[in-house]
């Protein structure tokens, strides 16, 4: 079954430094999710890309935050400047088209460290 | 504006046991209503859906049925496995595309 793929599958980094993760979607599927989970809470929902553009974003995709789908088959997610808030692990996810009630297929997740 | 509650967990359960998760939501508009299950070290895999009211959605074995008028989802199972042990989501869509998740239930199953 077609999965979605997320690398590193573990990030350190220092506070203040640049972050990329990185994802390949599920091929055929044209629309592409970030969500985060802090530790102990709930699993919050990023930005939504489609067509190579935003089409939705949360408060929390502030400036800091950027999307990217810099080839067919890779999406990133950038944390421009790092803070210590942002220690969390971070889904990617994919979905064959944006109507209500299609169902997302996530992958197993990046956990990124703040130091 | 739009939530999942679900209940607190962890829940530990003996083989074979009866297994309820209650979910709750609020929502503007008509959701659509998941359950998510996630194993040990893996991401969050769907489990089962239902796209409006009435509609029971099953998988493996887990059962939940939309309830309109209590505004519920609770995920069932009759006879729970040792390798049901993972932590399942409660979650909803409504017209956008981002889902709201409920905060996870723990469910550790014992021989």
């Known amino acids: 079954e077609p999965e979605v793929t997320q690398t590193p599958s573990h990030q350190v980094t220092q506070m203040g430094q640049e972050v990329i993760l990185r994802c390949v979607p599920i091929?055929?599927?044209?629309?592409f999710y970030w969500y985060r989970q802090i530790l102990g809470q709930k699993v919050e929902f990023l930005v939504s890309?489609?067509?190579?553009?935003?089409?939705?974003k949360s408060e929390i995709f502030d400036d800091q935050f950027s999307v990217e789908r810099p080839d067919g088959s890779n999406f990133t997610l950038k944390i421009r400047s790092t803070k210590l808030e942002d220690s969390a692990m971070y889904f990617c996810?994919?979905?064959?088209?944006?109507?209500?009630?299609?169902?997302?297929?996530f992958g197993d997740g990046t956990r990124l460290s703040i130091l | 504006g739009n939530s999942v509650t679900q209940m607190e967990g962890p829940v530990t359960l003996s083989e074979e046991a009866f297994l309820t998760i209650n979910c709750t939501y609020t929502?503007?508009?008509?959701?659509?209503l998941f359950w998510y299950v996630q194993y040990p070290g893996e991401g969050l895999q769907l489990l089962l859906k239902?796209?409006?009211?009435?509609d029971k959605g099953s998988n493996k074995g887990f059962e939940a049925t939309y309830r309109k008028e209590t505004t519920s989802f609770h995920l069932e199972k009759g006879s729970v496995q040792v390798s049901d042990s993972a932590v399942y989501f409660c979650?909803?869509?409504?017209?956008?595309?981002?889902?709201?998740f409920g905060t996870g239930t723990s469910l550790t199953v014992i021989p």
């Open positions: 996810a994919s979905s064959e088209t944006g109507s209500q009630g299609q169902p997302q297929h």
């Open positions: 091929s055929n599927h044209l629309y």
């Open positions: 890309f489609y067509n190579n553009e935003i089409s939705e």
């Open positions: 929502a503007t508009g008509y959701p659509s």
């Open positions: 239902a796209t409006k009211a009435d």
């Open positions: 979650a909803l869509t409504t017209t956008g595309n981002q889902f709201y």
